[in-house]
Structure formats: structure tokens, C-alpha cells
């Protein structure tokens, strides 16, 4: 199994924790996303993913893209631990949870898109960055909505176990960190986000322990 990642990628940091989640070895294949014009976009990587981004896992020849569609498909190939709920409608939260933040907040601050910001409609670093913080903490709180008012949320998302949703939003906090978001009108979020990463499988993770870490 190799998977093809970058340390500060947050699609890659989820595959990393549930491959970790999972106890599973992997070769790990060192994608610079900003070096020489960004390696994704070499011909021998579009070869594999023609969408130029990461994460991508391999698998036995099956090559997988998508961050939630691989942990989906780990989740249905090496079903222990379980990182969906039992039953419908805890895996209907457990996803919603998940695409809050993989579809409604991470895209709209991607590297593609924060440098298509910069390089072509000429906003400068300031506005880039409050682009960043505005979408980031509006979904975040929502998400913290989601969180805070259910009582199906424990010491992580959705229960006392780690899930899809917990694997989505950890990696999240982290860029938010990064970029100086303002984090502390989503207390459940952040207490969740402490949580986790007190889990071995999370701790081991993050992007400062990767290989390609800089």
C-alpha cells in the first residue's frame, strides 16, 4: 500500500489518521504541492491522478483518489475499527458532519484556490488571509451548531470513538490554527479537537511527524 501525500494537505492528514485508525502499514510518497511549480502537476503524478491533487492510495494495483472516497472504501475493505455509526441515521450524521467541513469549508480554501486569489485576481496576502478566516470560522461554526446541541455528541463528533467526522474536522483545526482563524466561539469543535489528539492514531499524524515535514 503507498500512499501519495503532503504534510500540510488536510485530504492527506484524514487518509494518514485513518490508516493509522486502522493499523495499517503504508509507503509513504512525498508530493510537494509548491516546489518547482508544484509536483502534483509533473506528468508521472497526472499519470495516477489527473486531477493533480493528494492524496492518492494505492492499493494491491487499485489506485484510489478522494480523500472520503478512500476512507469509505478502508472502511468497507478493513472493517475493524468501524469509523461510520451502526446505524442510518448515526452514519448520516457521521457524514454530514464530514462534508460541513470536506465540502463546505475546505474548498474554498485550498491551495488552488488561494493562489488562483493571488496570482490571478491580484488580492493581496491580507485579504487572502481574511478570505480564509471569514469561510473557515462561519463553517466552523456551523459545525460547532451541529456538535454542541445533540446529545449523540461525546468525546468525539458522534460517541466516544473516533469516526469519519472527528477524521475530517482535526486536520481542519489545524489550518485554522495555521492561518490565525479565531477559534474560540467553537468551544465543543475545540474541546473534540483536544480530544483526538490525545488518540495515538491522531497524534501520529500530524504534519509536523511526516516525513516530507519541513
Given amino acids: 500500500m503507498k500512499l501519495h501525500s503532503y504534510f500540510r494537505s488536510s485530504a492527506a492528514f484524514r487518509v494518514r489518521i485513518a490508516l493509522a485508525l486502522k493499523g495499517l502499514d503504508y509507503e509513504y510518497a512525498a508530493v510537494h504541492l509548491l516546489q518547482g511549480g508544484g509536483e502534483q ?8 491522478n489527473p486531477a493533480a491533487l ?16 478512500i476512507i469509505e472504501y478502508l472502511d468497507e475493505t478493513r472493517p475493524q475499527p468501524p469509523l461510520l455509526a451502526a446505524d442510518a441515521a448515526g452514519r448520516a450524521r457521521v457524514r454530514a458532519l464530514a462534508l460541513a467541513i470536506a465540502c463546505e469549508i475546505h474548498p474554498l480554501n485550498n491551495l488552488r484556490v488561494l493562489g488562483y486569489l493571488s496570482k490571478t485576481l491580484g488580492v493581496s496576502a491580507e485579504q487572502r488571509s481574511a478570505w480564509y ?9 456551523a459545525v460547532e451548531a451541529m456538535l454542541a446541541g445533540d446529545p449523540r455528541t461525546g468525546a468525539c463528533c458522534h460517541g466516544d470513538t473516533p469516526t469519519l467526522a472527528d477524521i475530517c474536522l482535526v486536520p481542519q483545526i489545524f489550518n485554522a490554527q495555521r492561518f490565525e482563524a479565531r477559534l474560540d466561539h467553537v468551544p465543543t469543535v475545540m474541546r473534540i479537537h483536544r480530544h483526538c489528539l490525545t488518540l495515538p492514531a491522531f497524534a501520529a499524524s500530524v504534519p509536523a511527524l511526516q516525513p516530507d515535514a519541513e
Fill in 41 to 48: 502537476f509533473a506528468d508521472t503524478f497526472k499519470a495516477i
Fill in 54 to 69: 493528494v492524496p492518492v492510495l494505492e492499493d494491491d494495483g487499485l489506485v484510489l483518489t478522494q480523500s472520503l472516497a
Fill in 133 to 141: 478566516r471569514h469561510w473557515v470560522e462561519t463553517g466552523l461554526a
